[in-house]
């Protein structure tokens, strides 16, 4: 079968690392990719939301499958695309439609399936320029701090915690009034804070049955002690040492089964991943968000776990019947570090060249913000690389992570070397 990846990070990099692995993957693409990506499949020099040329391009080479990595095709509609069209329909896309890509696209949205259907979550309500005098109303009444999360997508930026009324109250003007994130915060979701600590789950659905993939812990502070400005990820552990057996069947029976029933019930056809993030609070779990998608770094650390063939799991997803498909954890520990561009997350250093991903012993190299310039590996984006290992503790799994991270050389490299160590 030949398959189509789109988007171009850490994400896609493990996707395409994985999928090379199938004995039923013939031909792989990754439309953009990146200086890694094309050592398992072939980049394509298209852009993930250039629905016409992704058309273009499955039909002229016979592709069978469509794997989408980010948020933004699905939000503007990448799956009803190909429904719509009579010359692409058959091929499917793992992905959801618009609709239920809604989960992530406007938080409103899923504030209110949670609520429907009755999925543990902080108390909230949301708010825009009308209705301003309300929000300030209603900001005393949660608690401190004060959680306030554009409605649209902001591109992992658009949520704030503020710690005194009259910062909620600043920011809330500054969201609705000003733009502060554009049109993602012409409606914002004011939120109280949950206590606890952070998780992710993922599932993967056909719409009716669901197989649940390993947990895994992200970490998006730029400064070591989860210090500084948040960034898309600085690494991730799998899996969380934390969440037991009892706190996953909580969350299955709580959350994962509620989200795809509901799914089921309002009438929204769902095929593909939802990310799930969770806050333990003192073993309760509530959701804070869902992704309609895999997220990054966690998938760095996520995929290398599973021992299943990863695209007989998708073509369960396609043809209905996940089901009856295998599925496999290994019992290692995996652990992703996370190397970055100087500056980052503010203005970074670009076009650096990479020395030293030979060099790296235990460790799988999966490519981010990276490019190829004659035939050398340059640094292209704030995320450029990350460094999975596979271990049998997670004491070992950051060792051999971090060490490795450690043999990489470019101007301005930067990563956290205290990755899961609040873990141990």
């Known amino acids: 079968m030949n398959i189509l990846i789109l988007g171009s990070g850490g994400r896609e990099s493990a996707f395409a690392w994985k999928l090379s692995q199938s004995p039923k993957c013939e031909k792989l693409f990754i439309a953009p990719g990146n200086a890694g990506t094309g050592q398992y499949g072939t980049n394509v020099n298209i852009k993930t939301t250039d629905f016409a ?29 190909f429904l719509a069209d009579d010359d692409i329909k058959h091929i499917p896309v793992i992905g959801p439609q618009a609709e239920g890509a809604q989960l992530e696209g406007s938080k409103d949205f899923s504030k209110q399936f949670m609520v429907r259907h009755n999925i543990p979550t ?14 300030f109303e209603y900001i005393p009444t949660i608690g401190l701090p004060v959680v306030l999360k554009a409605d649209g997508l902001a591109a992992g930026k658009g949520v704030l915690i503020c710690l005194t009324h009259e910062e909620a109250q600043l ?3 500054e969201m609705l009034t000003n733009a502060k994130f554009g049109e993602a915060s012409s409606k914002v979701v004011i939120e109280q804070f949950l206590q606890g600590i952070e998780l992710s789950v993922f599932v993967l659905t056909d719409g009716n049955s669901y197989k649940v993939l390993p947990s895994a812990k992200d970490y998006k502070r730029i400064g070591e002690g989860d210090t500084g400005l948040n960034t898309g990820g600085m690494g991730s552990v799998s899996p969380v040492p934390f969440a037991d057996e009892v706190f996953l069947q909580k969350v299955e029976e709580r959350i994962i089964i509620p989200t795809v029933q509901g799914l089921k019930q309002d009438n929204i056809p769902y095929k593909g991943f939802i990310f799930i993030g969770l806050m333990n609070c003192g073993g309760e779990p509530y959701v804070i968000e869902y992704n309609c998608r895999m997220g990054d770094p966690e998938t760095e650390s996520v995929l290398p776990r599973i021992e299943s063939d990863l695209v007989d799991l998708l073509e369960g997803v396609a043809e209905g019947n996940l089901i009856e498909k295998q599925f496999l954890i290994s019992d290692k520990v995996a652990a992703t ?10 203005e970074y250093l670009k076009d650096k060249v990479i020395t030293g991903i030979d060099n790296v012993r235990d460790s799988i190299v999966f490519h981010a913000g990276t490019s190829l310039v004659d035939g050398e590996v340059h640094t292209s984006g704030g995320r450029v690389l990350a460094i999975t290992t596979l271990q049998d503790n997670l004491f070992d799994a950051l060792q051999h992570a971090t060490a490795d991270a450690s043999r990489i050389y470019y101007d301005g490299v930067y990563f956290r070397k205290d990755i899961g160590f609040d873990l141990l």
């Open 53 to 81: 040329a992704i058309k273009t391009f499955v039909l002229a080479n016979a592709v069978n499958m469509v794997l989408v990595g980010p948020e933004e095709p699905l939000v503007k509609g990448v799956h009803d695309f």
């Open 122 to 135: 902080a108390a909230s309500h949301t708010f825009t320029r009308e209705t301003l005098q309300q929000g």
């Open 171 to 173: 920011e809330l003007t």
């Open 337 to 346: 570090v996370v190397c970055v561009a100087g500056g980052y997350p503010g």
